[in-house]
């Protein structure tokens, strides 16, 4: 056996016989009456969910889910805003052995009529205002159960929504008996997150139980993460940040999640001083939007902030963890340490548990000060993700012969080895919180048959980081730009989730070009002033 086969061995030695029901069943024998979650709804009375009854909730589901012919392995859309329903779905899936599929709920039909055709899902579970859009976008489920609220926010007309399209109330899904667990398989399926990339529609991250376990207590290790410690998350459950970071990692320690439907600063202290939260995850969106807020006295501890920002500290009163991570990472692959901040704007160190390099356009190594961008290597199914799930061209363009990883981040490191985010190289946009790849923007666009050629860039914002814009030559001379804006735009809002959609056309007569005849999308960047906020 190779040197590196057996590196990987012992990795996958790690999360032997552990898997996340494991994981769930040991909180729920050992601090059954404790808080896993506690729910702060914008309307209506907070609900404490212990870890009893979070345990035997999911397994009641799973065999809820099971009497009605999901099978494990069978994929579960989970089309969900935040909400109790949302955790309890994703632990009965795991419970089963279904893969749970949690998709952005920001998505268009197109979008879920692709991820229902790729996972060739059996059944979707969500809430009342999706489901109509879910029965018309994947007609080929077997069923869909609904929840009686949309993220804490009940309908009485919820019936009859349920009734319309056929479903199954969310609370008859439930069997009296709670399904047995299966023996712990760390190498099955457990997940999957939808990412954008270069290619014009979104790639299916395939994580397993082994991949979850690792992310959870590997989480909780490098933040020092304890039994006591309390989190509060408004960020989507359905990306890695708040269903790694937070969920998985409180839930590895027995500790508290606070959940709340989505981010609003002017609750934030509320909810924070309330229940004693001593961390949590946040971003530049969210701080921008509390920068005028006094700060009470509270219990926080730290930011995970994703670069360390000593001005957010001495405003907050927290320390700022800079670190690195992506959905195929499972967890931060560089990390900073809670006693070991570094210098500003840091995003740490490469984490203990992984490797990392940082090349030139050659392949050599960047020397300190150089920028490159950054390869990642891990234990596939342990340490990262399994898979780009039916997708071997995007496997294989995106790992080289050697087991690297192509994030496509573009990083540099100092003279003491502290890492620093650039760019990203692959032509992506970070619109708040949300990757975009402007490829798929591009795709959408030249279906319309408006344009010849085009080009989608980043025109910087004053709260979003970034929103995408389109440059285009016309196909039909005949139209004003003002029409073209309007069909394009239209076209976009049917098409694509709202912060996919571009926020101006520019109709020009050429595109600005490289020796090599390519589009030079730094130059159109150039051209567009920042958006600022009207006074």
Known sequence: MSLSAQIEQSYAAAVEGLDIPWMLEQWAERAPGKNALIWCPFDGEYQNVTYAELFTQARRLAAGLSARGVKPDDFV????????????????????????????????????????????????????????????????????????????EFHEDAPAAIKAIEGVAFDELFESQPITLRAPDPAHSLSIQFTSGTTSRPKAVLWTHGNGVWAAKTNAQHLRVRHEDVTSTSFPLFHTNAQSYSMLTTHWTGGTLVLQPRFSSSRYWQVILEHNVTWTTMIGFSLKAMSTQPVPEHQLRFFLLGVRSQEVEEYFGVATIGYWGMTETVTQGTIADYDHLGPSMNIGRCAPEYQIQVRKGSGDLCRPGERGRLFFRGVPGVTMFKEYYKNPDAMASSFDDNGWFDTGDVVSRDENGWLYFSDRDKDMLKVGAENVAASEIETVIMQTGLVSELAVVGQKHYMLDEVPVVFVIPSDASLDAAMIEKLIIEHCRANLPDFKVVRSVYVVDELPRSTLNKITKTILRERLPPIEKKA
């Not at 009529?113 to 999706?130: D, G, I, N, W």
Request: hydrophobic fraction near 45%; proline fraction near 4%; aromatic fraction near 10%.
């Open 77 to 152: 859309i989970l089309h969900m805003d935040n909400s109790p329903e949302f955790i309890v779905s994703w632990y009965a899936c795991a419970i089963l052995g279904a893969v749970a599929v949690s998709t952005n709920t920001r998505s268009v039909a197109r979008d879920l009529s692709y991820f229902a055709e790729v996972t060739e899902a059996v059944c979707s579970l969500t809430q009342p205002k999706f489901a109509k859009l879910i029965k018309e976008a994947c007609p080929d489920l077997s069923f869909i159960g609904v929840t009686d609220n949309d993220a804490g």
